[in-house]
């Protein structure tokens, strides 16, 4: 294989990956795009978030008494979500079932859309200078969330720091520069999301959705 076909060929798959990409407005138009395209599971929690809005303002329109995301909705919801041009698909799951179930905490309970205001925040954190490879900043990022999650459901801020989060906290050893502010970053949108739901970060109990 001659390097100019070489050349050819990887300009051609990456403009048939950006034609992918195009279609999802998160990762082109939307304010907080930097942060989409950084963090895969950021991605899938904004499509979660807005899935389960969605889902939680209907069950809230008929009147339906339970507030927590049925699985086999989720399940369907979350299938239909994901396109391998996002990047690792579990990654993408975690921050999905967690963005699905705010969604639905926040519409079931009448209170206004706030996932993507967040998100531009959350965007804003994130310098263009110093960018961390996608897994590890997913890795620290969720690592944070779950953190901040904890923090907002138990009450407890910290001793008074607010909410914000030392790597040395988290047992996030290694976690310096980038890596570190992407565990801050994940654990300030966790801390916002605790007081107002009342689960726990995604675990093995939403393992198999994909089967």
């Not at 001659?2 to 798959?13: E, K």
């Not at 304010?31 to 904004?46: C, D, E, F, K, N």
């Not at 969330?145 to 047992?171: F, I, K, M, T, W």
Request: glycine share 14%; proline share 3%; net charge neutral.
């Amino acid at each position: 294989m001659t390097r100019l076909f070489s050349v050819v060929l990887f300009l051609a798959f990456a403009a048939v990956q950006t034609h992918a990409q195009s279609g999802d407005y998160h990762l082109t138009g939307d304010p907080a795009a930097v942060l989409y395209r950084q963090s895969v599971w950021a991605h899938g929690y904004i499509h979660g978030y807005e899935a389960g809005y969605s889902a939680g303002d209907l069950d809230r329109q008929m009147g339906r008494l339970e507030r927590s995301p049925e699985k086999s909705r989720l399940s369907r919801s979350l299938k239909r979500a994901y396109r391998p041009q996002y990047g690792d698909r579990t990654t993408f799951r975690y921050g999905y079932v967690n963005g699905f179930t705010a969604g639905c905490a926040d519409a079931f309970e009448g209170r206004e859309f706030r996932a993507a205001k967040q998100a531009r925040l959350l965007a804003e954190g994130i310098s263009n200078q110093v960018v961390v490879a996608k897994g590890e900043f997913d890795e620290s990022f969720a690592q944070g969330y779950a953190q901040g999650l904890q923090a907002g459901v138990s009450g407890v801020q910290g001793g008074g720091r607010g909410p914000e989060v030392r790597c040395s906290d988290a047992n996030a050893s290694g976690n310096s520069g980038p890596r570190c502010n992407a565990l801050q970053l994940g654990f300030e949108l966790g801390y916002n999301d605790g007081p107002l739901t009342t689960h726990g970060p995604e675990s093995s109990r939403t393992a198999n959705l994909w089967h």
